[in-house]
T-cell receptor
């Protein structure tokens, strides 16, 4: 049981490049989400999904896309990276949307030059 | 949307002392209040949570209190140990949506 797995752990991009952060969970969780963590700002919700085929926007969705084709996977896409997207990204999941505890991945540190 | 404020941003205590971190929230629809601990370079992990139908919850040296009228909740750590040193985040989630909002975090340092 690996829990929540994120890849890559580190990535450097140039402005305008695109990339996908991968997230997979093996706990059969219905709810999955992406957060970004910036110094002094806590964790801010980007997008979330309550099940396969269903996604919705969080607090800071601009510049990011998501999809949920399977229960296990929830990739986060940056279509045209900007320096303001330099951050640490965490994927998190829970059994269902109202279950409570979020299980976080190890994080992905992204730098946009 | 929900707005969560957390104080203090940094807290330094001597080993064995108590530590208290306070959070306020704005949305009266919030009914779930977790606390996460994040050690340096690691992922956040849930340490305790409380729901709006409970005023206080304890788990060994950790306790959380909730005052729904005043819209604030607090984390209490007693008999602090150096391994309690970390960043602590509070959060609040309304019952009618999935947008869990986090506070900005408190960096707790426990000095031996």
């Amino acid at each position: 049981n690996a829990g929540v797995t994120q890849t890559p752990k580190f990535q450097v991009l140039k402005t305008g490049q695109s990339m996908t952060l991968q997230c997979a969970q093996d706990m059969n969780h219905e709810y999955m989400s992406w957060y970004r963590q910036d110094p002094g700002m806590g964790l801010r919700l980007i997008h979330y999904s309550v099940g396969a085929g269903i996604t919705d926007q969080g607090e800071v969705p601009n510049g990011y896309n998501v999809s949920r084709s399977t229960t296990e996977d929830f990739p986060l896409r940056l279509l045209s990276a900007a320096p303001s997207q330099t951050s640490v990204y965490f994927c998190a999941s829970s059994y269902r949307e109202s279950a409570g505890e979020l299980f976080f991945g190890e994080g992905s540190r992204l730098t946009v030059l | 949307g929900e707005n969560v404020e957390q104080h203090p941003s940094t807290l330094s205590v001597q080993e064995g002392d108590s530590a208290v971190i306070k959070c306020t929230y704005s949305d009266s629809a919030s009914n779930y209040f977790p606390w996460y601990k994040q050690e340096l370079g690691k992922r956040p992990q849930l340490i305790i949570d409380i729901r709006s139908n409970v005023g206080e919850k304890k788990d060994q040296r950790i306790a959380v209190t909730l005052n729904k009228t005043a819209k604030h909740f607090s984390l209490h750590i007693t008999e602090t140990q150096p391994e309690d040193s970390a960043v602590y985040f509070c959060a609040a989630r309304p019952f009618n949506n999935n947008d869990m909002r986090f506070g900005a975090g408190t960096r707790l340092t426990v000095k031996p």
